[in-house]
């Protein structure tokens, strides 16, 4: 394992690099192709791969170069860079980049072996829990042609909506189908504003007969063939419940929530509101973020399901009946004021330099699947609308449910190549919404 410097995060940036590169061809695992195939490389001669190279960090890799590319850190446009483990004093960070490489290298063998994930039967999504070769959860994953109203969703509610109710399709502001870039790119916002609630998300290639395929075919080697599915891969949380379970326990029972620990519970909800409010989240209700709370020793938040997020438009100018409002706002910590460190740290960070390099990181991840640059360059703008409130926000002490009361906005750069100075109205413009062709839902 790589040793990382704690008092240079710049030294480990580059080791973290090194480390992972090498690791994929050589450390993983080998796809069993005399047997039945499981899992397959990306340049497996027989594997339907819709890409011909991939992305290490800011390089373009040839797969023939790289035997056994290792998909989380190639296709990840969040790249191998967070290295905010390494600063953070205060908060622990739910992985490391070391813990999800041999995660996600445990889930290869664990399928080599015959342990495949399995579906997840709540929610609307086809969601799998991936395991190792013990049965213990590793991770969630989402493929791409899985998701709510993806043609291989296995969900019968979402097939009935999508027949009998096709009007009411989906989510005006979303772009469809993108929900598993979204969880991604939410993991690398919270790393990136140093936030430390998402459990550690990249997108990744994964197959396993487990999974949904609507053709199958036989190889001529006699197995059956399961191609890789694109799809996110978010690390699990062990001993996390939904916040709806644990909350009913604390009404319930008052004394349970110590006061050190709601203070450290607010302190890490006020950062969900931040998340949520800077992806314009449209889908945080109460089990979509879950808590571990053990009285008297830990209280945890882990913000999972963030793939209805980063919409082109402002969900209230995209739809006429469906507002989307932040659920958190009606709870009581919403309404208390920002933890101080939290309010400073933030008011530091954002600076024009940050938020145009938050905006090119962002970029190639979120135009991953599709080439028309304006869609991304309308997340975009939204996305630093929602920076420029919170900013506002922040400064002018409001608290989260008074944040989530402000007028949504589009904020354009007006600098050619790059931001100068510290303000962030001379970079930037901010631009009224525009409520026209709003429709139904
Ligand atoms: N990272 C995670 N760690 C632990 N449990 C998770 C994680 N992600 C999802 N889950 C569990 O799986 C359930 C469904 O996941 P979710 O992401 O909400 O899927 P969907 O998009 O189908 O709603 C959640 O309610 C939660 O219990
Ligand atoms: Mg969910």
Redesign the pocket.
């Known amino acids: 394992m790589t040793e990382l410097d704690p008092k240079n995060p710049s030294r480990n940036e580059e080791k973290v690099y090194h480390f992972a590169s090498p690791i994929s061809a050589e450390k993983l695992p080998q796809t069993k192709l005399d047997s039945q195939p499981r899992c397959h490389s990306y340049n497996d001669a027989t594997s339907h791969t819709p890409m011909d190279s991939a992305t290490i960090g800011h390089k373009r890799v040839k797969n023939e170069d790289n035997p056994l590319t290792f998909p989380s850190e190639t296709l990840s446009s969040s790249g191998i860079q967070s290295t905010h483990i390494l600063n953070s004093s205060k908060s622990e960070p739910i992985s490391t980049d070391d813990d999800f490489y041999e995660n996600f290298r445990a889930a290869h063998e664990a399928i080599d072996a015959g342990v495949h994930p399995i579906l ?1 039967p ?4 086809g ?1 799998y829990f991936v395991r190792d070769v013990n049965g213990r959860y590793l991770a ?1 994953f ?1 493929p791409k042609d899985e998701e709510p109203f993806a043609p291989l969703n296995p969900k019968w509610p979402k097939f009935f909506q999508k027949m009998l109710c096709f009007c009411c399709f989906g989510r005006a502001c979303l772009i469809p189908n993108n929900g598993y870039l979204s969880e991604a790119a939410a993991s690398l916002v919270d790393e990136k504003l140093k936030l430390h609630i998402v ?1 550690k998300t990249r997108v990744v290639k994964l197959a396993s007969a487990s999974f949904f395929y609507k053709k199958r075919f036989w190889t001529s080697y006699g197995g059956i063939e399961h191609w890789p599915k694109e799809g996110s891969y ?4 062990h001993g ?1 419940e ?1 916040a709806s379970i644990v909350m009913a326990r604390w009404e319930y029972d008052e004394k349970l929530l110590s006061d050190a620990e709601e203070i450290s519970f607010r302190r890490q909800f006020q950062r969900m509101c931040v998340l949520d409010y800077v992806i314009r989240n449209t889908d945080r209700h109460k ?2 973020w ?1 808590i571990k709370h053990v009285p008297g020793q830990t209280i945890r938040l ?1 913000a ?2 963030n ?1 209805l997020a980063f919409p082109v438009k402002h969900p209230e100018c995209a739809s006429r009946f469906r507002q989307f409002p932040f659920q958190w706002a009606t709870l009581k910590w919403a309404n208390e004021n920002w933890d101080e460190t939290l309010r400073k740290e933030l008011l530091a960070l954002f600076t024009p330099l940050f938020i145009h390099n938050l905006s090119s990181e962002l970029r190639p991840l979120l135009r991953h699947d599709h080439l028309d640059r304006s869609l991304t360059s309308h997340q975009l703008k939204v996305l630093r609308g929602q920076i420029y409130n919170l900013v506002q926000a922040l400064e002018n002490d409001m608290t989260p449910a008074q944040m989530s009361n402000l007028t949504p906005i589009n904020l354009h750069r007006t600098y050619r190549k790059l931001p100068v100075g510290d303000n962030i109205r001379e970079n930037f413009t901010v631009r009224d919404m525009d409520y026209k062709g709003r429709v139904c839902c």
């Not at 709540?122 to 999504?125: A, D, I, Q, R």
């Open positions: 997840i709540e929610g609307t999504s969601s969630v989402k459990p978010q690390l699990f949380v996390y939904p089990d979509n879950l882990a999972i399901d793939g």
